[in-house]
């Protein structure tokens, strides 16, 4: 197990990336520091850690920088391979179909969900909706396959793509308050509420997904910010 103080995280309670260390590092069972960034700002320390992005969150394990978060994810759990769960399956196609559908959440599925606070007109914004929901629906076809019938993607414990996916969570419930929507509906994606229900109740993850109301609190900051004109 890890030293004291010799595992940290640098990070903000907001964010989505930085839920995904935490998640892991309690599943595993392994204490750390979380280093909490300003928001609109960046420390020193998070620069020297990472500057190549310069972003959250940061790993630090014995003073060492690992960046991006499921880079983090996995380099956990290797490095703590005999305590808790197995984060990532252990059989090698399993491994790249996990990998393939964390790749599609962070680079389509995600996006297209910030999108739809970013649009400009109604019409944007119904495109904006419908590749959310889209992308739900291929979300829940993969789930009956991965999770073969069991809890979680994982099987019966939280594992990578829950962990990918799970994350997000809060701002699908911000962006749902916000915009009176309803995406995760148990009518037409009933495995993929069930399972939202079920990641949200776990121990591993109810100290760090933030409440709701706070979230959009926060996110009412961003808007303001992303709306504010450039400084003259």
């Given at each position: 197990m890890a030293k004291a103080g010799e595992v940290k995280v640098i990070g903000g309670w907001p964010s989505p990336f930085v839920m995904r260390p935490r998640i892991a590092l309690n599943l595993k069972g392994v204490e750390y520091e979380l280093l909490e960034e300003k928001f609109g700002a960046k420390s020193e320390l998070l620069l020297r850690s990472n500057p190549v992005h310069k972003k959250i969150p940061v790993f630090l394990h014995a003073d060492?920088?690992?960046?991006?978060?499921?880079?983090?994810?996995?380099?956990?759990?290797?490095?703590?391979?005999?305590?808790?769960?197995?984060?990532?399956?252990?059989?090698?196609?399993?491994?790249?179909?996990?990998?393939?559908?964390?790749?599609?959440i962070d680079e389509k599925w995600f996006p297209s969900m910030t999108g739809i606070a970013r649009a400009q007109g109604e019409e944007a914004k119904k495109a904006a909706i419908d590749q959310v929901v889209e992308g739900l629906f291929l979300l829940e076809d993969a789930f009956g396959?991965?999770?073969?019938?069991?809890?979680?993607?994982?099987?019966?414990?939280?594992?990578?793509?829950?962990?990918?996916?799970?994350?997000?969570?809060?701002?699908?419930?911000?962006?749902?308050?916000?915009?009176?929507?309803?995406?995760?509906?148990?009518?037409?994606?009933?495995?993929?509420?069930?399972?939202?229900?079920?990641?949200?109740?776990?121990?591993?993850?109810?100290?760090?997904?933030?409440?709701?109301?706070?979230?959009?609190?926060?996110?009412?900051?961003?808007?303001?910010?992303?709306?504010?004109?450039?400084?003259q």
């Open positions: 060492r920088p690992v960046c991006e978060s499921l880079i983090i994810v996995q380099y956990i759990d290797e490095t703590w391979p005999s305590t808790g769960p197995s984060i990532l399956p252990s059989d090698p196609y399993d491994r790249a179909t996990a990998r393939f559908w964390a790749a599609y396959k991965i999770s073969k019938g069991k809890p979680f993607f994982g099987g019966d414990t939280i594992g990578f793509l829950d962990i990918a996916l799970g994350c997000f969570l809060g701002w699908l419930r911000v962006t749902e308050k916000t915009h009176g929507l309803k995406l995760l509906d148990e009518a037409k994606v009933p495995g993929l509420a069930k399972w939202a229900e079920r990641f949200c109740a776990d121990d591993a993850v109810k100290g760090v997904m933030p409440e709701t109301e706070k979230l959009a609190e926060f996110a009412k900051l961003i808007m303001a910010k992303f709306k504010a004109p450039p400084p």
